[in-house]
């Protein structure tokens, strides 16, 4: 009968291993105030707005329909 408690051991060792190393790469990020990033994306989204393609689409639009339906 093979020894189950010693590969279970083994993956739980596996997997706590694995969660430490994400843990500490977590704690490694550098954090920012949101107070300081919303300031930094509000100016952002406010000086790029005129080139947004979804507030202002390209006048060309490939996939567009040329003609429409003349069975309708």
């Known amino acids: ?3 189950y408690t010693n590969a279970r051991e083994a993956e739980a060792i596996r997997r706590t291993k694995m969660e430490l190393q ?3 790469s977590q704690a490694s990020m550098r954090r920012h105030k949101t107070s300081e990033t919303i ?3 509000t100016f ?3 000086s790029n ?3 947004d393609l979804l ?3 390209d006048k ?3 996939f567009k329909q040329k003609k429409m339906c003349t069975i309708m």
């Open 39 to 41: 300031g930094e994306l």
């Open 22 to 24: 994400s843990l500490q």
């Open 49 to 51: 707005i005129n080139k």
């Open 60 to 62: 060309v639009n490939p």
């Open 1 to 3: 009968m093979p020894n």
């Open 55 to 57: 507030i202002y689409p």
């Open 44 to 46: 952002y989204i406010s």
